[in-house]
Each structure stands twice: as C-alpha cells, then as structure tokens.
C-alpha cells in the first residue's frame, strides 16, 4: 500500500508531459523541393527557417513534413513545414494538431498574401482563404474558417494572366534586399504569439 507521500508522488504529472495549452503549432506554407525553396508562395517556410535559424534548431523529417521544437518562455513552439504541397496542406496539419493534443485556437498558419504589399504582416484569427489553396484545404479539414493565421504581402506586380507565374517566381533584387529585415521581425510576431497572445501581437505587428 502507498503511503500518503508515495500517493502524492503518483499524481504528479510526468516530467515530459507539457500542458497542451502552452504548446503552439506553427505551420508555415509552401512547396517542397529545391525548386520552390525561393519563390514568393514559400514565404510560410523561409519565416520557420529564420525562426529555427535564430533559436539554433533544425528541422527533421517526420510523417507529412519537416519538424523543429524550441521552448521560450515557458511555451514550446512546433513548427510544422508541409511535404504534402500546397494544396494538401491540411492533412499535415490536422494530423500534426491531433498527436500533439493542440487546440485550434494554438494554431498559426503562415502563408503568402497577394493583396498585401511586399513586406506588409498581418495577423487575423478568423477569415476567407482568399483563394489561397494552402488555406482553402486547411479549412476543409479542419471544417472551420476560425483558426489563426499570419499573412506576409508579396503585393500583386503582375500582369493579367500571370498570376501564377508571379507567385511560383523568386523574390526580385530589391526584395531580397529588402527581405532579412522583414523575416526578422516575422520570426518576433511568432514568438509573441505565444507568449503575449493574439490580440496584442496584431496591435504590435499589423501593418508594420
């Protein structure tokens, strides 16, 4: 029989378990591949990669996509890089959000946004997809359009009838120049997100 101590001891929760509320599943979307890795659509990986560059973590191959873990704060951060392409990316992150017992509401899907300008962060809780197909499938899995998720502007310099082109084609000169400082402050709404929670990281980040 054990003792009153060794009956506490037992309720104890296992050193590893982590409270399912302090965890956040960050998908960034994109195609995998070489020949995507640059392209404006795969904004939603180059931000994980700059996050996972700043906290020292690498990536690795999992079922569906490429993984990485850091904790900061008290709050674990997963991020969660789609191999399904873009159009399945759904699959990947519900599955992901299930093993790891995430709430919707601890979900930050990161993806591309034509009508933004270059640069521009936006961060919503709820919304259409857009026509982005990466968002379109997450909602039909996961059967609802209330989930977090943090559009970066790639702006619309395009002509008619080029649009996939546009999106599919790499960053141009000033862009590039113009990008590490952008990915930088992406990788600090990130972190707010799960620390000082939504509504103050819009008020922080939107639009800057």
């Known amino acids: 029989m054990l003792s009153f101590f060794g009956r506490i001891l037992s309720k104890k929760k296992p050193r590893e378990e982590i409270d399912p509320m302090k965890k956040f599943l960050i998908a960034g979307l994109g195609n995998p591949g070489p020949k995507y890795e640059n392209t404006r659509h795969n904004i939603g990986f180059k931000i994980l990669d700059e996050l996972a560059r700043r906290e020292d973590i690498s990536f690795e191959t999992q079922k569906l996509g490429d993984l990485a873990q850091f904790r900061f704060k ?54 259409s997809d857009g026509g982005h197909n990466g968002l379109k499938d997450i909602q039909a899995v996961l059967n609802t359009s209330k989930y977090n998720r943090f559009r970066f502007g790639i702006s619309d310099e395009f002509s008619k009838g080029r649009q996939v082109d546009y999106v599919l084609g790499e960053w141009d000169e000033e862009e590039q120049k113009k990008l590490p400082e952008r990915l930088e402050k992406s990788a600090e709404l990130i972190k707010s997100f799960g620390t000082a929670g939504v509504s103050n990281t819009m008020n922080t980040f939107n639009g800057k």
């Open 74 to 127: 008290g709050r674990t951060f997963i991020l969660l890089k789609p191999n399904t392409y873009m159009n399945l990316s759904g699959k990947a992150v519900n599955y992901w959000l299930t093993k790891e017992k995430i709430p919707h509401e601890n979900l930050l899907v990161v993806t591309d946004d034509l009508n933004l300008s270059f640069g521009t962060l936006r961060l919503k809780t709820k919304g």
